[in-house]
């Protein structure tokens, strides 16, 4: 296996074929790759060990000359996991020929350390789509959303996040490379990826690791945007300012710290998050820094960060147990790490939101919000809506 530089490749989208394809990337830095030289389907709650050992042994296999040297050169596995630990697919895939681009370098990687020639066929519009109701319809979600922060004021727990999914059907096999391409336009600060059917624009970054620097990236807490920049403001004041939204992000940032901290010496966590703004809502963010005292790899910690409170809920078990009571959503890789590892370790994973899975024709698009003690239902159920607008203006042709 062989990197090598090469002049810039431009767009990295209109390099991917539309069998197969691998993407991640975020303001136009990232990764477009295809073919499949190693995979591994993984299930059960030991999946990331599996696939640690999977990867240790696929890289010990191989003879590499990496003449670039940076994070992502070198042998890279993509992947993707079930958010729960119960029966369901996670994927790792080594593609066969990786396009990379970062910080200003790059760079081909295949087996021979030449760029092949491939046909990259022009893009499928998606064309006429039929929507219909998930596994949760919304009067249902309300209900369980009620029922959620009943028992969270009865003390079961502090949070939990709960999850809808929406059904869309084209008329034809889908080309997920209709879905990159608005996603990546409208959210370039997001990290747009496609791993194994599962496409989508991330804003949450779980872990990223570069030699011994470890950040992530907590988002809780969202507001719509406003029509004007007035609007848009007063929104962001009154984000910031809800105990309710303060208190469920600081969950999140502590149970993020919680789990980053047995690793990591100079552990740096802010005091009050920023607002952060998207194409269509606003987050409170805070970036939780570290260096690690033993090298863990990103796939290792990603492992040992999943999940967080903002994807699950706190505590950890009890959320765990109400989800599935209350949800009866398979999520299947939905709120599940995705994202990348190097041959060193070094790589980057999201938490999979703002996403949906394809198979065919039919396409499942997934949202949550997290629910706590002053949670309205109605609302609840609106910044769901508001966070699948992404996905259905992908598929709709708007984004």
């Known amino acids: 296996m062989r990197s090598v530089p090469v002049a810039d490749p431009g767009d990295l989208l209109a390099r991917l074929p539309r069998r197969s394809p691998v993407y991640w990337t975020r303001n136009g830095d990232g990764f477009a790759a295809w073919g499949e030289a190693a995979r591994l389907e993984v299930s059960g709650p030991d999946r990331f060990e599996v696939a640690t050992r999977w990867w240790r042994d696929i890289v010990a296999g191989l003879d590499v000359e990496d003449l670039v040297g940076v994070p992502g050169t070198g042998p890279v596995a993509f992947a993707s996991f079930t958010f729960d630990e119960g029966p369901g697919r996670s994927v790792v895939t080594v593609p066969s020929v990786v396009v990379g681009r970062r910080d200003g370098a790059a760079w081909v990687t295949s087996f021979d350390g030449a760029l092949p020639d491939v046909t990259v066929e022009p893009v499928q519009p998606v064309g006429r789509v039929r929507w219909a109701d998930g596994e949760l319809s919304a009067d249902r979600y309300e209900a369980a959303v009620a029922a959620a922060v009943a028992r969270i004021r009865g003390r079961e727990l502090d949070k939990v996040v709960l999850a809808r999914d929406l059904l869309a059907v084209a008329e034809e096999d889908l080309d997920v490379r209709a879905l990159l391409a608005p996603l990546a336009r409208r959210y370039p600060s997001c990290w747009t990826f496609a791993v194994d059917g599962l496409v989508g624009a991330t804003p949450e970054l779980l872990v990223r690791r570069t030699d011994d620097h470890v950040v992530s990236r907590v988002l809780a807490g969202t507001i719509e945007r406003g029509a004007d920049a007035v609007t848009d403001a007063r929104h962001a004041s009154e984000l910031w300012s809800s105990p309710k939204d303060r208190a469920e992000h600081e969950m999140a940032v502590r149970s993020v710290a919680d789990s980053l901290g047995p690793f990591c010496a100079d552990l740096v966590v802010p005091r009050a998050p920023e607002i952060v703004r998207l194409a269509n809502v606003q987050h409170l963010q805070t970036d939780v820094t570290g260096r690690l005292n033993n090298g863990e790899t990103a796939l290792e910690l990603a492992a040992a960060l999943h999940p967080t409170a903002a994807v699950c809920g706190t505590p950890t078990g009890a959320a765990r147990s109400m989800i599935r009571e209350l949800e009866k959503v398979d999520r299947g890789r939905y709120a599940g790490p995705v994202g990348w590892v190097d041959g060193r370790g070094d790589g980057a994973f999201g938490i999979a939101l703002r996403c949906a899975e394809v ?41």
């Open 359 to 399: 198979a065919g024709p039919q396409v499942r698009l997934f949202a949550g919000a997290g629910i706590v003690a002053g949670s309205v239902p109605q609302a609840e159920l609106a910044e769901t809506q508001q966070k699948l607008v992404a996905m259905r203006d992908a598929l709709e042709g708007t984004g």
